[in-house]
């Protein structure tokens, strides 16, 4: 499921693009992070929608925080919220690595 973005900074000439080859690394966790909130036949929704977390945040945010994080520069950029029962909005959202996000939320 996730990828290693850890060669994002490479250039071509259609600019910034990850080891994947997906120029758009941001917009995969900004559709899981949405489908988790929204989408009850989501495996993970329990745990989000479910619980009544909202997802309040834009394509254009979500990659804000991917560039202002050094997501690129992840082994595994995972999106964290970093008051756990609030929503994902910009102000409460940051890019970790996904180990470290696993042992926080338990």
Same mark, same amino acid.
């Given at each position: 499921?996730?990828?290693?973005?850890?060669?994002? /900074?490479?250039?071509?000439?259609? !600019?910034?693009?990850?080891?994947? !080859?997906? #120029?758009?690394?941001?917009?995969?966790?900004?559709?899981?992070?949405?489908?988790?909130?929204?989408?009850?036949?989501?495996?993970?929704? @329990?745990?989000?929608? !479910?619980?009544?977390? @909202?997802?309040?945040?834009?394509?254009?945010?979500?990659?804000?925080?991917?560039?202002?994080? @050094?997501?690129?520069?992840? @082994?595994?950029?995972?999106?964290? #919220?970093?008051?756990?029962? !609030? /929503?994902?909005?910009?102000?409460?959202?940051?890019?970790?690595?996904?180990?470290?996000?696993?042992?926080?939320?338990?």
């Amino acid at each position: 499921m996730y990828k290693d973005y850890s060669q994002f /900074n490479k250039e071509n000439s259609y !600019g910034t693009i990850s080891s994947s !080859g997906s #120029r758009y690394p941001w917009y995969r966790v900004y559709d899981n992070a949405r489908q988790r909130c929204t989408n009850p036949k989501t495996r993970s929704y @329990k745990n989000y929608g !479910g619980r009544g977390i @909202k997802f309040f945040m834009t394509r254009k945010e979500i990659k804000k925080l991917w560039f202002r994080d @050094k997501a690129y520069l992840l @082994k595994v950029p995972s999106i964290d #919220r970093e008051d756990n029962d !609030g /929503n994902y909005e910009y102000s409460n959202c940051q890019f970790i690595e996904l180990d470290i996000n696993r042992v926080k939320d338990r």
